[in-house]
């Protein structure tokens, strides 16, 4: 059984930092594309932050200059380093798979994990 288990989200202050990881487990993710969304309260849930096998990466509007999506392929382990946090950051963040490249669409990912909280006080 496939399993993204997030951890490391929390309460950050404005300006501040936090790191969410995610394990991935149950299924060989070689060659697979992951990668984060978020979903704020009242609202759809968006694409944040994707990295291919190959080490590519694409980043939101939102999270580019401010984030750093990475992942240790021996530990089967997604990071997302997010830096500089704003109130509208905050939201729950799901970790996210799927073959093939990234794709900012969340339907078009097989996988998800069942999210981690982050709150971000002003």
């Known amino acids: 059984q496939v399993q993204l288990v997030e951890s490391g989200g929390g309460l950050a202050q404005a300006g501040g930092s936090l790191r969410l990881s995610c394990l991935a487990s149950?299924?060989?993710?070689?060659?697979?594309?992951m990668g984060w969304f978020r979903q704020a309260p009242g609202k759809d849930r968006i694409f944040v932050a994707g990295?291919?096998?190959?080490?590519?990466?694409r980043y939101s509007d939102s999270a580019k200059g401010r984030f750093a999506i990475s992942r240790d392929r021996a530990k089967n382990t997604l990071y997302l380093q997010m830096n500089a946090l704003k109130p509208e950051d905050m939201a729950v963040y799901y970790c996210?798979?799927?073959?093939?490249?990234?794709?900012?669409?969340?339907?078009?990912?097989?996988?998800w994990g069942q999210g981690t909280q982050v709150t971000v006080a002003s």
């Open positions: 996210v798979a799927r073959r093939g490249d990234i794709k900012d669409e969340g339907q078009l990912y097989d996988y």
């Open positions: 149950g299924r060989t993710f070689v060659g697979s594309t």
């Open positions: 990295i291919e096998w190959s080490g590519i990466t």
